[in-house]
């Protein structure tokens, strides 16, 4: 077929693209070599819009092993363990196909861990749903959880943790993130750079199949009508091959001979290739007509592009491909010989005795476009000056009862109840809590992790929402006991051809990296996902932080369920009574305008290491932090999880009783003590110049307050619990 500009337009490549690579080649490109152009030069593989930017982020740390650039990025937690770990998209493919597409994005995660040596040991999940009321809110949320349940618990890897959201500008594009966590020797860790001349260059695992061709260009497009039509270009996973998938490479891994491994991801075959290759400088051929194929007739185009899941490729060295095909045969998985490396710096295909491609590798890697687009800067909203007599109305016990059970507040268990988060016996904080928590098996050490995002922030004003959300992730973490290490981020905004996307991504990234410097909570690895938008609806800015934490004794884990009665309950951090953006001011007030909460970093770190150090003195029974919802909804789900009550006290100095409980000001945490301890914790604050209320004292099975609010537990825990549960039946 004679390509031209309509074929490269139908690839996803814009007519300066593909005269640029007809200036490359110095000729036109045959229909397979196009193709791998479109593969590689497309956002998701080549970060065009987002490359410049990503170049700021604060990725340095004395515990950084690895990070952004591999697989997956590597931390060091002592004793020679490492955590390998990353967030990444499958936003496109679960919008169309809800079950394979999450269930593939959770397969497609673990490969980028595991190809690193790492034993994935927790997963989570950051998944964002249109409107309650959307028609198609709820089969996709259901085929979603089933999907990630459906692979996970197959693979038998837990899900600790997760966070669901809903808003209508997820109406046309849902959110599916999926993080992976693996254990690792620190000395035993694999890379993808190709080393070394005529080095046989191996294809592992599943057979190439039709389905997944073009499924990276899919996901750098915009959605329209045709939506349906883009079906086959979603993956379908086998979480069971990929278990021996595992297997196999691990075993493989202990013999020494691996040069490099790259997992089949976004672009399969195409993508792996060329970034070995590039990675090691070096040139690479490869026989499309050994690759192992499960369909008849197969083209050299078909077999690049295909993203059929569970497949690996290897570089291997020389001499040692029997002992490495024992192994793959014992899993019951194929294993070819496909190619080798060579000095040419090309990557030459060859099928059926012909050469059907040749492209100079730094053409799809080193010289793939990047755009520095023009961005629009985001003012700072004004503070919306609340009317006194607004409040006159409400009532504190209906405003807490209402937000509890709000969508993006309830009870998640519906979800969370549906994934195996006990499997392989260490998760020791399952889902539910700040963040999910593992014990690093046969040791008292344990590694925590939470997912966090903050649409509603960033879309008010993306520099201080970016901030905010690391800060999240941070508080998650501290909230457990854990001392937070490193960040994965997962990147989800609109079209970054319109520049207040583009803005929103640069202002984002921007607050995302001042707020990881400062708290030197650096990003090891993460992913962008642009063009999440249908017929020119676009979502809001959406960037997931994936944190990881370390408990040195796990014994020492902190939980949010109150313990007994008598303990004292404090607020650590000032509460100023900010409502804008609050999910009282949206629900309550129904006012959608106004700033996100100030982000003071300094307040932020010093109140977090504060905990840590109360925590070190043992000062501390129970503790969760604040955020959506303000003091009375943490609160709540204290009492709710510990079923007891609290009394609050009715001293406290109030600004107004809904700005005080209500408010969504940063930097601060609820906290149990033990009433003979106030002296000693409140020594720690003061010496650490921490502001602190003192809250009230567990009492009862009532949360009390004057004679305005007096709700039992029960009662607060069957609004928090019911809501998600009848909307799913209902």
């Known amino acids: 077929m004679e390509v031209n500009e309509q074929i490269a337009i139908d690839h996803g490549l814009k007519i300066e693209e593909y005269k640029k690579i007809k200036e490359l080649l110095k000729r036109n490109p045959n229909l397979t070599e196009l193709a ?33 650039g591999e697989n997956a990025g590597v931390i060091d937690i002592g004793d020679e363990d490492a955590i390998v770990f990353k967030i990444e998209s499958h936003n496109h493919p679960s919008f169309i196909e809800p079950y394979q597409g999450a269930a593939t994005g959770v397969g497609g995660i673990m490969r980028d861990v595991f190809t690193m040596g790492a034993r994935p040991i927790a997963n989570l999940n950051s998944i964002h749903f249109g409107s309650t009321q959307h028609k198609k809110t709820k089969n996709l949320l259901r085929g979603v959880v089933k999907g990630i349940g459906g692979y996970g618990n197959c693979i038998g890897v837990p899900t600790i943790a997760g966070q669901t959201n809903f808003d209508d500008s997820y109406n046309g594009n849902i959110l599916v993130n999926a993080m992976t966590l693996g254990l690792v020797n620190k000395n035993k860790i694999f890379y993808s750079k190709a080393a070394g001349l005529n080095k046989p260059v191996i294809y592992v695992g599943s057979k190439t199949g039709r389905d997944g061709i073009h499924g990276a260009s899919m996901a750098s497009a915009i959605f329209d009508d045709k939506i349906e039509e883009k079906k086959p270009t979603v993956q379908v996973g086998d979480p069971f091959t990929e278990k021996l998938l595992l297997e196999a490479c691990l075993e493989l891994m202990k013999e020494d001979s691996i040069i490099s491994i790259q997992d089949m991801g976004a672009a399969g075959l195409t993508s792996s290739s060329v970034e070995m290759a590039s990675k090691g400088k070096l040139g690479i051929e490869l026989d499309l007509s ?38 793959f045969d014992k899993w019951n998985l194929d294993f070819a010989v496909i190619g080798k490396t060579t000095d040419t710096q090309n990557l030459e295909l060859l099928f059926n005795q012909e050469k059907v491609a040749e492209i100079p590798i730094d053409y799809l890697a080193e010289n793939a476009p990047m755009y520095d687009r023009k961005w ?161 609806k676009g979502i809001k800015p959406t960037p997931s932080i ?111 009783k809904f700005n005080y409980f209500f408010a969504e000001d940063q930097g601060r945490y609820i906290i149990e003590i033990e009433n003979n ?48 549960k009848n909307y799913m039946i209902s």
């Open 36 to 68: 791998i152009f479109s593969a590689m030069w497309n956002e998701h593989c080549s970060y065009k819009s987002s490359r410049k930017h990503l170049k700021n982020l604060f990725t340095k740390g004395e515990k950084v092993i690895q990070g952004p």
């Open 290 to 327: 050994k690759v192992p194929c499960r369909e008849e007739k197969m083209t050299p185009y078909e077999i690049m592009l295909s993203e059929s899941q569970e497949r690996m490729l290897i570089i291997l060295e020389n001499g040692k491909e029997e002992k490495a095909k024992e192994i």
């Open 376 to 536: 629009k800067k985001s003012k700072l909203p004004q503070k919306i000056d609340y009317p006194k007599d607004l409040f006159k109305s409400l009532k504190l016990e209906s405003c807490l009862t209402k937000i509890i059970s709000n969508p993006n507040i309830c009870d998640k268990q519906w979800i969370w109840e549906q994934y195996d988060h006990t499997v392989m016996g260490d998760t020791i904080q399952k889902p539910g809590g700040d963040a999910g928590v593992v014990r690093v098996h046969g040791t008292n050490k344990a590694v925590a992790a939470s997912v966090d995002s903050s649409a509603v922030y960033c879309y008010a004003h993306p520099l201080t929402g970016g901030k905010q959300v690391v800060c999240e992730s941070w508080r998650n973490l501290i909230s457990v006991g854990s001392q937070p290490v490193a960040i994965t981020n997962c990147l989800n905004f609109g079209n970054p051809e319109k520049e207040k996307n583009m803005g929103e991504f640069v202002e984002c990234v921007n607050g995302i990296s001042e707020a990881a410097k400062f708290l030197n909570f650096p990003v090891v690895s993460g992913n962008v996902s642009f063009y999440n938008e249908t017929k020119d």
């Open 546 to 656: 994936g944190g990881v934490g370390i408990l040195n004794d796990y014994k020492n884990m902190l939980t949010m369920d109150l313990k007994k009665e008598g303990n004292l309950i404090l607020v650590i951090g000032k509460t100023e009574g900010h409502l804008d953006q609050s999910i009282f001011s949206r629900i309550i007030l129904l006012e959608k305008k106004g700033p996100p909460p100030e982000v003071n970093l300094f307040n932020e770190k010093n109140n977090g290491e504060t905990i840590l150090k109360l925590l070190d003195k043992k000062l501390i029974i129970s503790c969760h932090d604040i955020s959506v919802g303000g003091i009375i909804i943490a609160l709540s789900k204290m009492c709710i999880k510990g079923n007891k009550g609290v009394k609050i006290n009715s001293q406290i100095k109030l600004l107004n």
């Open 677 to 724: 301890n106030f002296a000693m914790v409140k020594k720690v604050l003061e010496e650490n110049s921490v502001h602190f209320d003192e809250l009230g004292v567990v009492d009862g099975n009532k949360l009390t307050f004057k004679d305005e609010l007096n709700i039992s537990i029960q009662d607060l825990n069957k609004k928090y619990k019911s809501w998600l």
